[in-house]
Structures are given as C-alpha cells and as structure tokens.
C-alpha cells in the first residue's frame, strides 16, 4: 500500500528535542518533510532523527531566510517550530505572518512549558518537565528520583502530542478548510500520559512519599526486575493472578509456601524469596524457561541486544544503518483493508 502520508508537505524548522522526532515520525509516515537548517549546520543524513527528509539552510537572521520560510509555507500543510515563546514572531516567521500566506497550513509550536504561563519564557529539559508534573516523584527507588531517559517527556509528552496535535488539526481542515496554531507543551503531554496513575491516586492506592512501594513503581514482587547469577537481570510483570501462577511453576515454587501476594506488608518477604531463587541461574537460564509462556517475564536487554532478538528483528522494529548503528523502525504499519 502506499504510506498513509503520501503528499503531506511539512515544513520543518530545525531545533533539537522533540520536533525532530515528530518530523522523523513523519517522514516515516511517508510526508514530504523539508528541513531547514541555520547556515552552518549539517542538516546530517537520511538516518536516525534526521532521516527521511530533504535539508535546506536558511538564516532566519536574514531576510533572505524569512522570505525562504514564507515561500515554502505557501505550498505546505505543516510547519513545525520549536523556538521559546515570542521567538517566531521576532523573526518574522510566526503564526500570523505564515498563516497570511497560506490560510490552510497547520503551524506545530512545540516547547516544553507551553506558549504561555509563569515557566513559559524559561529554559527546561525532560528532567524538568517531569518534577512539575509529579511524574519523576514517581520514578525510582525510594531514596531518591530517577529521570527515566527523554522517552517519556521530550517524545511521549512532547513529540507524540505535537502528531495528535497535527493530524487532528488537519482532520478538521478537512471539515472546514482552515489551518490553525496548534500549541504542544511537553508537560501537558507528560499530564496526559500520567492519567492512569493519577487515578490511582484517586483511589487510594499511590500516595506521596510511597515511592518504590506501589504496584507499577516497582515495588509489587509480581512487577519489578530480579537479578539473575551472571549480573543480568529479567523483568517481571505478571499482573494477573493466572500469569503469576506461571511465574510460580516456572520458579518451581509452591504457591501455598509463599506469602500472600495480595498482602502488602508480606511484599518484602516474597520479594527476599523470588529474588533468591533468580539467583540461582543466570539470564539466558530463565529466558529460556518462560519463552513462550504467558507468565509474563523477559530479559532486559542491552541496546545491542535488542538488535539482536528474535522478535525485535521479526518485526523490524529496530534495524541497522549503514554504518552498523542501530536505529528504530517505521511504526505502526498499515495494511490495505480486503478489497
């Protein structure tokens, strides 16, 4: 079939974080992305973040820049901007001079606090955004927070946002024929993602200062990692009592000769015994015993592991550059409906 996004024309400013991301999502997606670069800056090649697009230096300093930018906007359906609030508009490339050239375009502004609020005019990185959501008091063990990588606020919050943000706004030119300014702030994204726990919150089952001690945080004995004999470590995640029951016969232990899982004040007991029988073999020991069971447990990989597994090379869903790298997949995939 052909990508979903054939003949979608992006135009994206160059910056760093998440909107790279979202226009590598993009091109992947089969838009038409072209990338401008401040003079001087490789716009790189079709691989990793910046792969799958054309680049272009323009000096937005210069006249000559900002008329590159406007001529572009004229045939685009999107741009993609990542500057601090007010920046675009000083340049001459902000929302109401591009949508004078082109009344249809949907102009993507992503930053980390949002176009407006007492943290807007600020500096921020992933870190950052996650404190003031609660997200990374959450996060850890329970002595002290842990930033989880940029995965979950620079592209989940942020560039994964700024595609549901975009698409949606093309779907509604679609029913009225106008473009609009679509304002993507990470720590709104981050507010979405956290949802789930926030209802547990409201429930009662995750309170402050429990850190390391509620169910997904690591401190349920049936979700959490163990540590295996050669150093290497399995995840476990099985939730549902009939996973559990898996994880037990795979562990060849006797469910009745363990404390009771549902008992929160037994969970460092059984956590002290399923981390003592882990112990007896290494990794690729208990990978072999729970493949293809639905008990729920996994090795954790390395990157360069990841590369290498069975599934994850079955789907494609991390490949190899040129130049022996590994880089993610296209996702999702799309299949044409039975004619």
């Known amino acids: ?12 400013l160059a910056g760093i974080g998440p ?35 054309r680049g272009e230096e323009a000096d937005l300093k210069e006249p000559t820049g900002v008329l590159r930018v406007l001529e572009l906007v004229r045939e685009a359906d999107v741009l993609i901007e ?5 920046v675009a508009e000083r340049l001459g490339v902000g929302p109401e001079e591009c949508l004078a050239q082109n009344p249809r375009l949907v102009y993507v502004r992503m930053t980390g606090w949002g176009q407006d609020g007492p943290r807007a005019p600020t500096a921020g990185h992933d870190i950052n955004y996650l404190s003031v ?19 979950v606020a620079d592209n989940g919050g942020g560039s994964m946002f700024a595609l549901t943000g975009l698409l949606a706004a093309l779907w509604r030119r679609e029913r009225t024929g106008q473009g609009c300014v679509v304002d993507v702030a990470i720590v709104d994204g981050v507010a979405v993602l956290a949802q789930q726990v926030l209802e547990l919150v409201a429930q009662g089952a995750w309170g402050p200062g429990t850190r ?13 990692t163990y540590r295996c004999s050669d150093g290497r470590s399995m995840a476990v995640g099985p939730i549902e009592p009939q996973f559990y029951a898996l994880l037990l016969a795979g562990l060849g232990l006797e469910p009745s000769a363990l404390p009771d899982r ?11 015994v399923l981390a003592s029988r882990f112990a007896e073999h290494d990794r690729d020991h208990w990978t072999a015993v729970f493949a293809g069971t639905d008990a729920c447990v996994t090795p954790v990989l390395t990157f360069a592991e990841a590369g290498l597994d069975h599934h994850m090379r079955h789907r494609g869903a991390l490949l190899r550059t040129r130049d022996g790298h590994l880089t993610a997949g296209p996702a999702p995939r799309f299949t044409d409906a039975p004619s």
């Open 1 to 12: 079939m052909h990508t979903p996004l054939d003949g979608l024309k992006v135009l994206e």
């Open 19 to 53: 909107g790279p991301h979202a226009a590598m999502v993009l091109a992947d997606l089969g838009a038409d992305v072209h990338r401008l670069v401040r003079p001087g800056v490789d716009p790189g090649p079709n691989e990793h973040t910046t792969r799958g697009r």
């Open 82 to 86: 990542g500057f601090r609030p007010g």
């Open 133 to 151: 959501t609660g997200v990374l008091d959450a996060i850890g063990p329970s002595d002290t927070p842990v930033p989880p990588l940029n995965v």
């Open 212 to 224: 390391g001690s509620n169910l997904l945080d690591g401190g349920a004995p049936y979700y959490r």
């Open 262 to 272: 549902e008992d929160r004040t037994a969970w460092p007991a059984l956590v002290e």
